[in-house]
């Protein structure tokens, strides 16, 4: 069956860096776009950024220039690199198989000093 989990959080200071990973089995992968999203307390989740089957990237307007997200199809694993955190990057990171119901449980991030 499809699983993604997600591996990389934790408590992180203000301008600091963490790479999120989302390692994926039990579908192919490397023909599929995947999301990572973010929900913090009281908000709806979010889209954070996107890269399709071919390596296009998209970004939400809060983490560009900031955030990058790449993939390894060899590793079947896409990461979220993070830069410059804020203390309003703090939620939990979901990576998704886009346009599917397949979700990760979620990881932490907390950015506080």
């Known amino acids: 069956q499809v699983q993604l989990v997600e591996s990389g959080g934790g408590l992180v200071q203000p301008g600091g860096s963490l790479r999120l990973s989302c390692a994926a089995s039990?579908?192919?992968?490397?023909?599929?776009?995947m999301n990572w999203y973010r929900q913090a307390p009281g908000t709806e989740r979010e889209l954070v950024a996107t890269?399709?089957?071919?390596?296009?990237?998209n970004y939400a307007d809060s983490v560009k220039g900031r955030f990058t997200i790449s993939r390894d199809n060899g590793k079947n694993t896409v990461y979220l690199q993070m830069n410059s955190l804020k203390p309003e990057d703090t939620a939990v990171y979901y990576c998704?198989?886009?346009?599917?119901?397949?979700w990760g449980k979620g990881i932490l991030v907390t950015v506080s000093s």
């Open positions: 998704n198989v886009q346009s599917s119901r397949y």
């Open positions: 039990g579908f192919m992968f490397s023909v599929y776009a």
């Open positions: 890269i399709t089957s071919g390596g296009t990237t």
